[in-house]
Structures are given as C-alpha cells and as structure tokens.
C-alpha cells in the first residue's frame, strides 16, 4: 500500500503562488507516474499535471504556462508549482500516484485526501 501525504494548500490572492507537495509512504518503491488533478465545488474533476520517474511530465491545458510540476525522486515527493493563480484555480488538489506509467492521474491507483486551495482577493 501507498500512503501519499499532500501539503502546501491554502489562501492567496490572485496573481500570488503556491507550491503543493505530495510525499509518499509505504510501498512506494514501484511507483513510477504522479500527478494532479483537482475539482472544483459544482464541476468535474480536472487533470492537472503528471510525471513519470523517467521524466516524462504532462501539463493541462487550463494551466499551461503557470504551473509546473516537478519530482524528487530520492524524497519519493512530487511538487506542483503554481503562479499566476486565478480564482477559477480555486479547488481542492489531488495527489495520485501509480505503478504504470501512465500520464492520466485519474487512472491512478492510490489518492491522497486533497488539499484545498483558494484564490480571492
């Protein structure tokens, strides 16, 4: 089992940044992809950003050009940077990691609780 700890969430105003974190713990010596997705309260889920081990990274559209995810492998913890927030990326953020290496966090196996994240001025 996967055990996957977010952090970094909270209140900003708009134009500011944050920086997610998402360490994993237990079993975590097969994970190969992770990522982020978030929803919305009232809207769907929405991918936001994966990584694999070897590097191979995807970013959604919606946040193309501000946020940018990163992964230390040696700390088993993926990051997701954000600047240039909007109040439309208010969400709750979701960290998910799996054993393939699959670039859909949607599709992955182990989920963390989520993190929340408002943007307003």
């Known amino acids: 089992q996967v055990h996957l700890e977010e952090s970094g969430g909270g209140l900003v105003q708009p134009g500011g940044s944050l920086r997610l974190s998402c360490a994993a713990s237990?079993?975590?010596?097969?994970?190969?992809?992770m990522g982020w997705f978030r929803q919305a309260p009232g809207k769907q889920r929405e991918v936001v950003a994966a990584v694999t081990s070897g590097g191979r990274s995807y970013i959604g559209d919606s946040v193309q050009g501000r946020f940018t995810i990163s992964r230390d492998n040696a700390k088993n913890t993926v990051y997701l940077q954000m600047n240039g927030l909007k109040p439309e990326d208010t969400a709750v953020y979701y960290c998910n990691a799996d054993h393939s290496y699959n670039l859909d966090p949607l599709e992955y196996e182990f989920w963390g609780q989520g993190t929340l994240v408002t943007v307003s001025g």
């Open positions: 237990g079993n975590y010596f097969a994970i190969n992809a």
